[in-house]
Structures are given as C-alpha cells and as structure tokens.
C-alpha cells in the first residue's frame, strides 16, 4: 500500500455500542468514562493479569498487546517505520484541529477520576467553543500520501516547539477526538470513524478513540504494529469494567491537573502542504463509499444449532453475492491468525475455489435440485474449514511466498539476480490480486461494526462480525470503479444470507424425515 495514505488504506474503525454507552450523556463525560475504562485495561497489562487467550487448548501468544501504548508510526520519504517510546502519563486531546495535552495517571500510575477527567475535558471544550476549526491542519498532513507527509513533518521538526508536541504526542497514551458532528445511527458512525473528519485526527498513532457531541462514540486504529482482534479486546475489557462500575465515577480530588494547550508553529511552506494535503484528501474522501449491513433475520446461534460454521456461512455468502453481482469469482483474501506461534500475526485463507463455485452455480441454477446445491454446499464447506485449519497450524503458503518475493526482489536490487519467473506470471499477478478483502473480527456485540477499505480500487473491502443473533458486514467500495457499488453488494449480500438459510432448512428437514 505505500505511499498510499494510511487513511482508508491501513487504517481501521470500530464503533461502540450506542445502547451499552449511553448515548445522550454528555460529551466530556462520555469522553472521560471511555478514557477510565482504557486506562482500567492498561493497568491489568502492566500487572500481567491479561488473561492468557486460547484457540481451544492451546495458548495464543499475546506479544500484540504490547506496542499498544509505546508505538508510533513515521512517515519516510522511502519508507515509514514504527518508533518504539516510553510512555507518559498524558493523553493528548483534539478539538476542532486543535491540541492539548492532559495527565489522567498520578504519580502512582493509578488512573484519576472519571469526574476529574470529565471536568478537565470540559474545560477544553469551553475554551474552543467559539474557535474556528482548524482546517486544514496538522491531522490533515498525516491523512496524505507518506512521503509528502515526511516532508512536511521534517520542516515541522525544524522548530524546537514542534519537536516537543511532537514528542509529546508520540509518548501519550492514545489520543482522544472530540467531534462537533452529531451522527444518527451507526453507519454515520462508522463512516465518521473510518475517514472523516482529517483535521480533527492523528492518524500515525497506534489508536484514537473519537467522541461526538452527541455521546456516540468509536476508535480508529493504524493496522501495522498489531491486529484488530488484540485491539478490540482491550475496548471489550474496558467497556465491561465501565458496565461493571455503573454511576461511580469516583470523587474530585483536591487538585488535578488541567489541560495544556499545545501551540503549533507552523512555517509558511508547511501551511502550503497542509492545503495541498486537504485537497488530496477531500479527494480520497469523496471516492470512498461505505456501507453497513446489519443482518438480524439469524446469526451465530442459529447456525450453530444446524451444525455449520458461521464463519464459512459468512463467507459463502459473500462469495455467492459476488457472483451475482459480477457473473464470476476472484482471488479472496480471509485473514487466518498465526498467533498459536511467536509473534504470529496472520497468513491468506484463500476462500475462492473450484468446489466454491461448483456451488454458486448450483445456487444460480434454477433447474437444481436443492438436494444438490446441498451436497455441493457441504463439499465447499468442508474446503473452507479445512483451509482455515491448515492457516491457523501454520500451514498456510501466502507469507512463505512473500517472503520468497521479498528475499528475490533484494537479491535483484542488491546483486543484480534475474527475477524469478514465477513471480512475474500473470496467473501468481491474477491469484494474489484479492479483489474481495475480508476478514472477522470476532468482538462481541459491545463494538456492533468495525472495518476497513478495499485492498484495489475495483475491489471490496469486508470485515464482518459474527453474533448470536445477527450477521454485520461493513463493505467498503471506491466510487471510481463503475463495476463496484456497496449498496448494490448489500443487497444481494442480503438476498445471499437469505438463500443460504432456506438451504439450511431444507438440509435439515430432509435429516429429521431420516
């Protein structure tokens, strides 16, 4: 993806629950409860009380939780790469493109209060209450392409105040947004999340947890150091230690500390760049479209109960609303973890295959019996899950590949070493391609939707989220590419998931007459 912006093209979004936090609450307070509940898990990972994960019996390794609050990305004019740091004891707060700085941890490393927090937050929103938003601003640069990023971040970097905001917003433990927009349900939500709103975002750091002034809520996350499953545990840890303590948001203190603003000295070309950044962006913005299904005609316990996997039901639904809306399939990436080995993160579930579309035929037939589509279903099923199985032993082949790739194409760059021809044939181009991105990130039903963007303009990008009693896609398209739409891959998304069940009810009619 470099030099591509990290927005929409890395980054990722989760919204929270609109019934489990309250929305209507105030701003501030709604910001500082979010705050304590992130606090509250960081606090159990430093005392090594994370519980130990497990695929059935056997231990996951939990290494990603660790660059959580030390690690900040930085854009090169080559490369970007991840700075491990220290942590303080701050947060850094953006309003309307501005920033500040606030300490939520004593001198013991216990959080402060929700109250104190809260009343500290307020304070920054009265004092930005009648100023005008930055726009564009500093958040804008890091919503651009990396190198023009890294360009601009050096001149920054030229004046000693910014080096220390700099510095300051790389050690902070997140970063915490608060919105004026006042989103009405959660596609908004997730729209707001996911890509909007530059100017009031940091987009190199590891996470940022965005409040708008409607007390709905959500977080974006850069992708590179960890993956979405470590991080959305860590919001389900803090929002049911936020649901375990109800109305006790903890008593003022005597003295806590107030918010510092921080003060950007921007040089003339840098402002250049920011407007140039804003224009680059607003670009990207407007050719991103995304949409959220929330199918909740049926979900995990249903499944279950018919004894298939809903992860393959996602899946094949997917895949058979891709042949209908394109009369054919495409190389399809699943993300399987790793993690049962060190420092594991993921390999390739290839989704797409000759038993797979032996089925969406079938399903597309109108001349086929449903005993077949059955049978076919089961074969394809049963390709899946023994695919999947292979990833998560370590068997999977797409990062062997890469790393035989990245090894050639240095030894070509370094030594001069012909290329290896497999990798400039167009079947390995055409099979590593993945046109439709997915992946699951299993959370529970306290974060409803999170998502990513698609991986190639005339492709789809699809995360989705299992529930006892509904299915959730969030389905990211680009508006340039004419043969792609979200809305027009919901609905057959929709049409898909239907079909599939009334296949599942046929299946076990036909075993209860045995």
């Known amino acids: 993806m470099w030099p591509s912006p990290i927005v929409i093209n890395s980054n990722w979004y989760v919204i929270f629950n609109a019934q489990n936090i309250q929305i209507g609450v105030p701003q501030a307070l709604q910001a500082a409860k979010l705050t304590h ?74 959080p402060n209060s929700i109250l104190d927090i809260a009343d500290a937050i307020q304070e920054i929103i009265n004092n930005t209450e009648h100023t005008s ?20 971040r050096a001149m920054l970097l030229e004046k000693d105040v910014n080096k220390t905001i700099m510095n300051t917003i ?26 909007s709103n530059a100017h009031n975002r940091f987009y190199d750091k590891v996470f940022q947890i965005i409040v708008f002034k409607n007390g709905r809520a959500g977080f974006n996350g850069e992708h590179s150091p960890m993956d979405a499953p470590a991080m959305a545990h860590m919001l389900e840890i803090a929002l049911e230690y ?5 109305n006790n948001f903890g008593s003022k203190a005597s003295s806590t500390p107030k918010a510092t603003p921080l003060h950007w000295v921007i040089p003339d070309e840098v402002e250049k760049e920011m407007k140039v950044s804003h224009a680059r962006y607003t670009k990207e ?24 996997s809903p992860d393959s039901i996602a899946q094949y639904s997917m895949q058979l609303a891709y042949f209908r809306v394109h009369g054919k399939l495409t190389a399809t990436y699943e993300t399987g973890h790793t993690r049962a080995f060190y420092h594991g993160r993921t390999d390739v579930v290839r989704v797409c295959s000759s038993e797979g579309l032996e089925w969406v035929k079938a399903m597309c037939d109108t001349t086929a019996t449903p005993g077949k589509r059955a049978k076919l279903f089961d074969t394809a099923i049963q390709y899946h899950r023994k695919f999947l199985s292979d990833v998560v032993s370590g068997k999977g082949i797409d990062r062997h590949i890469l790393g035989l790739k990245l090894i050639a194409t240095m030894e070509h760059y370094e030594n001069g070493r012909p290329m290896d021809k497999i990798f400039s044939d167009p079947l390995m181009s055409k099979s590593t391609n993945f046109l439709l991105s997915t ?71 036909a075993k209860s007459k045995l």
């Open 37 to 110: 509940g992130i606090l509250h898990f960081k606090k159990i990972m430093e005392n090594e009380t994370l519980p130990q994960e497990f695929m059935g019996k056997l231990p996951l390794c939990m290494n990603q939780y660790t660059p959580i609050f030390t690690t900040m990305r930085h854009p090169g004019e080559k490369e970007d790469t991840l700075v491990k740091t220290s942590t303080s004891n701050k947060l850094v707060i953006l309003r309307r493109g501005h920033y500040w700085s606030l300490e939520v941890l004593d001198s013991q490393g216990n």
């Open 439 to 509: 992946s699951n990130v299993p959370i529970k039903e306290l974060l409803p939707n999170g998502g990513f963007g698609c991986m190639y303009p005339e492709g789809y990008g699809i995360c989705y989220q299992l529930h006892k009693n509904s299915l959730h896609y969030s389905i990211h398209t680009r508006r340039c590419c004419k043969e792609t739409d979200s809305e027009i891959f919901k609905e057959a998304l929709i049409a898909s998931l239907r079909d599939i069940k009334e296949l599942l009810e046929y299946v076990h009619t």
């Open 170 to 195: 790389q050690q902070a433990l997140f970063i915490l947004c608060l919105d004026d927009d006042e989103p009405k349900g959660d596609e908004e939500t997730s729209q707001l999340c996911f890509h």
């Open 242 to 246: 936020l649901s375990s303590i109800g």
């Open 133 to 152: 938003p930055r726009k564009p601003s500093i958040g804008t640069l890091t919503a651009d392409e990396r190198p023009h990023w890294a360009k601009a």
């Open 285 to 308: 913005l407007l050719d991103s479209d995304l949409k959220v299904l929330q199918f909740r005609e049926y979900g995990t316990d249903y499944i279950k109960s018919r004894g298939i």
